[in-house]
């Protein structure tokens, strides 16, 4: 057996990806591990999204080539995000880089292996070849209770500060068929939850299947108890979607929605095409049809021209909402967006201070979301050994880790729990 090593960075896609890779190399002879020393190949799968995300390839790349100098006939490859964006600019900069292969092209992995193994040069598949790939890899390994299942890829909203258009391409849905039947596989090798992941999830479109219907379909398979779905964008949350969270019993009281910020001005700037106030009454809906869901989101403090009334606005807006948990990042200048251009960039430090004022009211709201399950008695999808011995880790509806005192057994099956006490970040309580 060979040895690969794949080193993930940035979203879940990219997860999910790392894994598909994986199981496309494992007919080659190649087995997963979980250190670099020692291995035949090395897939780094990459992130454009911030420039820090991006920049910590080139530090790895760094590190690899005094690898390769002992072990010379070590393959690497740089896929993902990077790879797409910056294509044979890595092999230059890094030429320890013997293939770079874009997100919608490492199905061609093994021809490219093959190529490289006879030292054809360095190997660059960046092209865009549509839902091909999808056809082309096997079904999925076993392993784990919770898994993801990509529903759909892209992104055609050209939000002002973002990439991700331009490295996955336009939106993109699987037919209704192929997720079904990767489910089920899914399913029948241990998964009791599935995530479902779209760059913009809830634009799914299978041939006139809406997400709504899909979640419905995939709720009709036997030993499937959860489902889950990311992310969103809210100018895509249809009626019945809305509804399903009050319909489809499967379906979590757990919604990712990103908003990024409060203010309509920078909403505008940012081109989301939609205005505060829009998602405050999105956001009424949805908690009509489930007034316990647990909401989340994405913010960037310190975009292009965002003054202190600006950031006073998304101060106000999280206020309205009240999250049980969001991420939060200063604006970072991507190359060949909109954005970066732009004039009246905001200073490091305002920025620093802003992602501090905001991570503060976040976290408040989170330690009181959480502290809002003390006393309940909740389902808890357990998932695998927690960290003290005889401990068994959960999760609650609203995707919070939970630790009880419970048998291995309970892995990969709701029980009930009575929530006891929160820490730092997940809780704790006893089987009830
Ligand atoms: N499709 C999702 C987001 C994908 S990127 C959506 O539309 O919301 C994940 C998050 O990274 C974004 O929500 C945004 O908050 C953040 N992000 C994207 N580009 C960024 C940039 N240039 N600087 C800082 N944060 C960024
Ligand atoms: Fe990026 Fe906007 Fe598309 Fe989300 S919707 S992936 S933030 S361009
Ligand atoms: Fe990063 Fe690409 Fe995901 S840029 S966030 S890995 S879609």
Redesign the pocket.
Known sequence: MKKLFVKTYG?QMNAYDSAKMADLLAPLGYAATDAPDGADMMILNTCH??EKAAEKVYSELGRLRRLKREKSDMLIAVAGCVAQAEGAEIVARAPVVDMVVGPQSYHRLPEMIARAARRQGHALETDFPALEKFDALPAPGGGGVSRFLTVQEG?D?F?T????PYTRGSELSRAPEAVLREARQLVDTGARELVLLG??VNAYDGGGWSLAKLCDALAEIEGLERIRYT?S?PRDMADDLVAAHGGNPKLMPYLHL?V?SGSDAVLEAMNRQHKADDYRRLVDRIRAARPDIAMTS???VGFPGESDADFEATLRLVRDIGYATA?S??????PG?PASTMRKQVAEEVKTARLEALQKLLAAQQHGFDDGQIGKVLPVLFEKPGQQPGQVMGRTPYLQPVHVLGDAGLIGAVATVRIEKRTANSLHGVLA
Request: some cysteine; hydrophobic content about 30%; glycine content about 0%.
């Open positions: 979203c999204i911030r992104c909203k939000c500060f973002c990439v991700v760059q913009n992310t964008h990103p990024q994405d913010f960037i991420f990042f200063k604006y970072s200048k991507r967006t």
